[in-house]
């Protein structure tokens, strides 16, 4: 059973190749693209928080997003 | 309505979307692994090698569907000027450009006990490659130049002209002598593939839609805080 899985009748080399590549590329992808968000995130979140604490109030009751980003970032930190 | 189409609505509705796709995700994952590397039947002609399938055509139909969402966007982009079209084409883009190299080397790795040969200058396959190549200079495009009008025109233009080789890239087995096979899976028509293949092919399709949707909601999350970033700085 695992040796007809493996081997697939000689085509396994091409078989395995195919599924590893593609699924090696989606996993670096994946990884690439939420280590970028997270470095925004935290980036934005320490542009707000230099922020004067007036100008702070404003930014986060204007904005869902400046809100969203700055309390999951505290609750990180 | 215009409101629940802003930055900060889209935003929330981004962050449930991520968490309910990442909940279900791996489920679907090892079921659609199962059945295409372990429970589907092999082909009688192919054998195991049709197992590429799964792979080889979820990528391909994401890689031309991709190229045409971002094209027509563009379109509508270039004549109504709706920002938030420019941020959709802007993260469709590497994912398109990603599936179309992998059905491109997958083709190849079947294209060996297939046909006998990892690579030919076949109409279908070239034309994918004209696919990636349009992607490519999309991408290009985007990054390098830093006037955000004149980058928008002139990926809108790449766009537009890579619109025609999409169905070359569909009717090119029709049109001209190739090794690549006809389609087996017609939208209008009968398809000429076994249940007992399409169910896998399907759940692994769903698969890969589900982790191109992933990667864009997070791409999109990811451009909504930098042009919000750049508003801060105004405050």
Not at chain 1, 24 to 31: D, G, K, P
Not at chain 1, 54 to 62: D, G, H, N, S, V
Not at chain 2, 84 to 101: D, V, Y
Request: with cysteine; net charge positive.
């Amino acid at each position: 059973m695992i040796n007809s899985l493996i081997f697939m009748n000689g085509y396994g080399i091409f078989v395995w190749s195919s599924f590893i590549i593609t699924f090696l590329v989606c996993a670096i992808v994946y990884y690439k693209t939420s280590k970028t968000l997270k470095k925004y995130e935290k980036e934005f979140a320490k542009e707000i928080e230099k922020l004067s604490a007036e100008q702070r109030k404003i930014a986060l009751e204007k904005s869902k997003v400046a809100s969203k980003v700055f309390s999951s970032y505290n609750k990180i930190v | 309505m215009y409101n629940f189409f802003n930055n900060s609505n889209i935003f929330v509705w981004i962050e449930k979307l991520i968490n309910f796709i990442n909940s279900i995700f791996f489920a679907l994952l090892l079921a659609a692994l199962s059945f295409a590397l372990i429970f589907s039947p092999p082909d009688y002609l192919q054998g195991d090698s049709v197992r590429i399938m799964y792979v080889h055509v979820p990528a391909s139909w994401i890689g031309l569907a991709s190229f045409t969402c971002i094209a027509l966007l563009s379109i509508l982009n270039f004549i109504f000027k709706i920002k938030n079209l420019r941020l959709i084409t802007k993260s469709i883009a590497p994912i398109g450009l990603m599936f179309t190299c992998i059905s491109i080397v997958t083709g190849s790795l079947w294209g060996q006990p297939t046909w006998g040969t990892f690579w030919a200058w076949d109409a279908r396959i070239t034309s994918m490659v004209i696919l990636a190549l349009f992607y490519f200079l999309f991408i290009v495009s985007q990054k390098l130049i830093s006037d955000e009008d004149k980058a928008n025109k002139i990926s809108s233009i790449i766009a537009t002209v890579g619109l025609i080789n999409i169905p070359i890239i569909k009717y090119s087995v029709e049109w001209w002598s190739t090794l690549h096979q006809p389609a087996s899976i017609k939208i209008t028509g009968s398809s000429t593939i076994h249940s007992s293949m399409l169910m896998p092919l399907l759940l692994m399709f769903l698969v890969i839609i589900l982790y191109c949707a992933l990667i864009f909601l997070m791409k999109y999350k990811t451009e909504i805080i930098r042009i919000k970033k750049k508003n801060l700085k105004r405050l």
